[in-house]
């Protein structure tokens, strides 16, 4: 079992979703972050005065998976939130021990489903 | 000075900066219905188009609106409100090019500041309709075109003096002359841009929900409360008699229309949508602005009644036509500039506070009434439609007039002004 990290660009977030969809990973975790990259950011300004921008908005997805799901995984998020373009992001592949479903108690393989 | 002139231009000045301030409502109300990526932008265009209103129709929409001249069009005194003028003079003691709305007994700026307000009101309509998509620029440059010549041109048909006037056509405070205007340009505007990425997907409708409803509460407070000075202060006179019916027609149609809008969604959607509730008091306050004075409160409560189903409706429908207004302005303004302008020729009752407009068809004075209001609906909605649209098509052509699908998607805030609204905040900028 794998727990698979990635970091997306925001607005990528929703054709990432559909890739995976398409390659029947239907449960995730979404969350806001902040994240920095290798960018410069984007300049802001307010009232006169730029400001740089280098912690930006980024979305964090989290996927744990089948062994079977990982290869699929990987390629779904990839399709979805490339573009080509600095901040595309970053995915994680981290070994995850275990998983439990807390209404049924279910573990390991069964639990990701 | 008489004491009749000195109170006729306080009402005037206090009702014109009630309308005034409605321009607050309409920036909350159209941000609360946004997404908060695009909250600077949407504040911005309703924060400028009031400077573009207030010089624009300095510049010329005063002189071709009231000015002397064909039944179409002002041709004297075009330029910067400056042609000759004795007001308060009135009626047969008036000298001056301004001579249509020299029944009115208060001085030359107090007439201008107040007409000055409705024109702003038409412009901003289109703003809601256009958001989260509209190039800045675009939007600005086709305001000046609004207040510039679209609004004037239907504003001098209707009040200045024009064919509609003559024809018996009447519209005492503006569902067609602002509403059904502001309404005509935004459809326009809304064809020419497109959908919102995101809205319709694959043939499905799908919601974009605003980033805050109390803000858009807040607004449509503001807006009732702002159109307490948008009715009763079009007597432009402090006619007890008048300004107090105008009052409770307004407040009537208003409160009606809410109860109908929340009970539509609840029958329809399943339940009582707030948008859909605010909507409703706005269609209402729509509805009943070209007919308050000439109807009864009891008809002012059936006008409101019919105008919150209606907006509920007509939203469901620009949905399933493919049109995308993140506000219902349309639903609003349009589709109720248009229904309170027929009212006007179904529920008349002659000189019921003073203007002899005749009964309307439901009152026993048959369709000629009817007739004229119609013919101004139409009127009204082929030039406004032709004429934004060719704007909106000039602007499409040589600056563009949508954002690009990366700056739509990040936000206006950003792209168009460099600022967020939220600044500290995580605002999810996706869907």
């Known amino acids: 079992m794998k727990l698979i990290i990635a970091y997306i660009q925001p607005h990528k977030l929703n054709d990432v979703k559909q890739s995976l969809y398409k390659e029947e990973v239907f449960k995730m975790s979404v969350t806001n972050s902040l994240g920095c990259g290798q960018q410069k950011g984007y300049h802001e300004s307010y009232r006169g005065v730029g400001i740089e921008v280098n912690l930006l908005k980024k979305v964090r997805l989290e996927i744990a998976v089948n062994e079977n799901f990982v290869e699929r995984t990987i390629n779904a998020i990839i399709a979805g939130a490339k573009t080509g373009q600095i901040g595309d992001g970053k995915i994680f592949i981290v070994d995850l021990v275990d998983c439990i479903r807390i209404r049924t108690g279910e573990k390991g393989g069964e639990a990701i489903g | 000075m008489e004491t009749k002139v000195i109170v006729d231009t306080m009402w005037v000045l206090i009702t014109a900066m009630l309308v005034f301030f409605m321009n607050l409502g309409f920036a909350a109300v159209e941000s609360g219905f946004a997404r908060a990526k695009n909250c600077v932008n949407i504040m911005s265009k309703n924060f400028v188009v009031f400077a573009v209103s207030s010089l624009g129709f300095l510049i010329i929409g005063w002189g071709l609106m009231f000015g002397d001249g064909s039944p179409l069009i002002g041709l004297k005194g075009l330029f910067f409100a400056s042609g000759a003028d004795n007001s308060p003079a009135t009626g047969e003691a008036y000298k001056g090019v301004y001579s249509a709305i020299s029944w009115t007994g208060v001085p030359f700026w107090a007439k201008f500041f107040f007409q000055l307000v409705f024109c702003g009101t038409a412009a901003t ?114 006619d007890p008699n008048a300004i107090a019916h105008v009052a409770v027609t307004t407040n009537t149609a208003a409160a009606a229309a809410i109860m109908s809008a929340t009970l539509a969604s609840w029958l329809l959607l399943g339940k009582p949508d ?94 000629k009434l009817l007739g004229a209001q119609l013919a101004a609906v139409v009127s009204v909605a082929i030039f406004v439609f032709v004429a934004a649209a060719i704007t909106w098509a000039v602007l499409k052509a040589v600056i563009g007039i949508r954002v690009s699908r990366e700056e739509e998607l990040r936000g206006l805030d950003i792209g168009e002004h460099g600022n967020e609204a939220y600044a500290g905040f995580q605002v999810f900028t996706t869907e």
């Open chain 2, 125 to 238: 309509i289109v703003s809601g309709a256009v958001a989260e998509r509209i190039k800045y620029i675009a939007f600005i440059i086709f305001s000046f075109a609004m207040t510039m010549f679209i609004y004037p041109v239907v504003g001098h048909w209707v009040w200045g003096g024009g064919w509609l006037a003559k024809m018996g056509m009447f519209d005492f405070a503006g569902s067609t002359a602002v509403h059904s205007v502001g309404g005509w340009a935004a459809l326009a505007g809304v064809i020419m841009l497109g959908p919102r990425i995101g809205k319709f997907d694959n043939g499905h409708i799908k919601a974009i929900p605003g980033h805050s409803l109390s803000l858009a509460t807040i607004g449509t407070f503001v807006l009732w409360f702002g159109w307490f000075g948008f009715n009763p202060g079009s007597t432009m006179a402090a």
């Open chain 2, 274 to 367: 707030l948008g859909m509730t605010l909507n409703g008091c706005l269609a209402g306050l729509v509805a009943i602005t070209a007919p308050c004075a000439f109807v009864s409160v009891s008809s002012s409560l059936i006008i409101g009644l019919i105008a919150g189903a209606l907006v509920v409706l007509a939203v469901m429908m620009f949905d399933r036509l493919r049109l995308d207004d993140p506000v219902g302005a349309l639903s609003v303004h349009l589709v109720n500039g248009v229904f309170g302008t027929l009212c006007v020729g179904l529920f008349a009752q002659d000189k019921i506070t003073g203007t002899a407009t005749g009964n309307g068809l439901f009152f026993g004075g048959g369709s």
